[in-house]
């Protein structure tokens, strides 16, 4: 019944997503983005995006000053290497910004407004030029002003999730069950790989190739060349990407199990662990702990053997994926008393943010 009803709420969330995309319509909830750099925490949640003072919680600024109905965040921030942050809107108006990240003030006098879908996935930037797909279905292809650089590219579908680079190529999944591989310096592509189902999450990069978990329930190895084979399976849908550690894959599914797959033998590292709910978030590997986060709103940690080492409550539920910022881990729930928790590797908890109104 636990996995029915998160089905549901992902579900739920997905339609308005693209009920948004097509009518115009805001969403009114969701689960928050999350990014971090060494000295603040960004979270995208509803109206708001807020930087968060890493040592004391304290919000720093927020974007806009004012709340607007017709703008709506919810997608992680990108952070760039020469300070900006990307983040676009699911509101009536899927317009694409960039912050300066001390300040929160814009960098573009006009923000990038082509699209005609919200922007749920996160952009990458690869030497300045930044590539942001969206639930319309096109990747579109700006400079670091905003500036349309290319032509966007069709991919179809509604992507929801960043692309990812091995330096030479794109990787950008797609709800249609597609996987495209792209050439970014010339547009062009290769046939798209079906991988039979809807892909919510970025790819993971490895040493030849990518790894892809999908509502099929599988792990995919994917070459450049768009060859693939199921590597692993699950109990139920996959939505959070896979963490990869040396020679080591872990993922979890939406029953609650969470895996260790040894690369080079193909086995499971342990037996069954179900720590306590669905997982939508991706693991987090930190030094020699997974950190899990769940649907019950209970933030664990374990040891390589599969152990719960110890566990929090958040009295919230848990969908967005846990980010490492120095020696704090950052947890954001939903529908919690608070937006934004930090904790220690041990799980002492060293502060809550709750946004002002």
């Known amino acids: 019944m636990k996995t029915k009803r998160l089905m549901f709420f992902l579900m739920l969330a997905a339609g308005a997503l693209l009920l948004s995309a097509c009518t115009g319509q805001p969403l009114a909830n969701n689960w928050p983005g999350l990014a971090s750099d060494a000295e603040r925490a960004y979270l ?9 003072d890493l040592e004391s919680g304290e919000e720093v600024w927020r974007y806009p000053e004012e709340a607007d109905t017709n703008t709506l965040f919810y997608s992680r921030p990108t952070l760039t290497e020469d300070g900006q942050i990307l983040v676009g809107s699911v509101g009536n108006t899927h317009i694409l910004v960039s912050l300066d990240a001390a300040t929160g003030s814009a960098n573009w006098a006009e923000p990038f407004s082509e699209a005609k879908g919200a922007w749920v996935a996160s952009p990458l930037v690869v030497d300045g030029t930044i590539y942001a797909p969206n639930t319309d279905g096109f990747l579109y292809i700006l400079d670091r002003d905003g500036n349309q650089a290319a032509d966007p590219i069709e991919l179809g579908g509604s992507l929801w999730s960043a692309p990812v680079t091995d330096g030479n190529l794109l990787y950008v999944t797609s709800l249609d069950h597609h996987l495209h591989i792209l050439n970014p310096s010339n547009g062009a592509s290769g046939d798209p790989v079906d991988l039979g189902g809807a892909i919510p999450s970025s790819p993971v990069l490895s040493e030849g190739g ?10 995919e190895f994917v070459t450049p060349r768009g060859d693939h084979e199921v590597i692993a399976t699950a109990s139920n849908w996959i939505w959070g990407s896979p963490a990869l550690d040396g020679e080591t894959l872990y993922y979890a599914d939406l029953s609650g199990f969470v895996y260790s797959l040894d690369l080079p033998t193909g086995r499971q590292n342990w037996d069954a662990v179900q720590p306590d709910g669905p997982v939508a978030a991706s693991p987090l590997v930190v030094g020699d702990r997974i950190y899990i986060a769940t649907e019950e709103g209970t933030f664990f940690a374990l040891d390589r053997d599969g152990e719960i080492v110890w566990e929090k409550e958040t009295g919230g539920k848990i969908y967005t994926t846990p980010v490492l910022s120095g020696e704090l881990i950052l947890v954001a729930p939903y ?22 109104n």
């Open 210 to 219: 990518v790894y892809v978990g999908s509502f099929t329930s599988n792990i």
């Open 44 to 52: 995208s949640a509803g109206s708001f995006i807020y930087a968060v």
């Open 335 to 356: 529908q919690a008393e608070f937006a934004l928790a930090a904790y220690d590797t041990e799980g002492r908890q060293a502060w809550t943010f709750a946004p002002e």
